[in-house]
């Protein structure tokens, strides 16, 4: 499994404008918190995506990919590994063409169930240190 190229991730992040966050917990010692947080105040909309709570980061959660009605840039997985191909699965029921997996968060299934179905996948790299990298002003 190998990333796109870092300018190909800059400009990914240059003309995205939403992020759905898979497993945004509401707790704001989670690391999903703290990343999408700093996106958020980065000028990217977060919609966060979890089951479990209500709202996070002033936006309304929703149970999963698909309850989502407006157009998505990025998704952004913060779940174990073993998770990944039900969540590319959903995915790939969205208008979505991106998945990114967080830092520490590889799954060759999921990666190639998504490569077969025209998405750019990125795993294993957090979003936040890609932006910070490569948008800096």
């Given at each position: 499994m190998e990333n796109p190229s870092n300018d190909q991730i800059k400009k990914l992040l240059e003309t995205s404008k939403t992020i759905?966050?898979?497993g945004l917990s509401d707790n704001p010692e989670r690391t999903s918190y703290?990343?999408?947080k700093i996106m958020q105040e980065s000028g990217y909309r977060?919609?966060?995506v979890n089951p479990t709570v209500d709202e996070v980061l002033g936006e309304k959660a929703y149970s999963s990919l698909l309850d989502i009605k407006e157009p998505i840039d990025i998704i952004n997985v913060f779940r174990r590994p073993?998770?990944?191909p039900d969540i590319a699965k959903e995915a790939a029921k969205t208008d979505c063409k991106v998945f990114w997996?967080?830092?520490g968060i590889v799954n060759e299934e999921a990666n190639e169930y998504l490569t077969e179905k025209g998405f750019?996948?990125?795993m294993d790299l957090c979003i936040k240190v890609a932006h910070a990298v490569l948008l800096k002003k």
């Open positions: 759905a966050v898979v703290q990343i999408s977060i919609i966060p073993e998770y990944l997996a967080q830092q750019t996948v990125i």
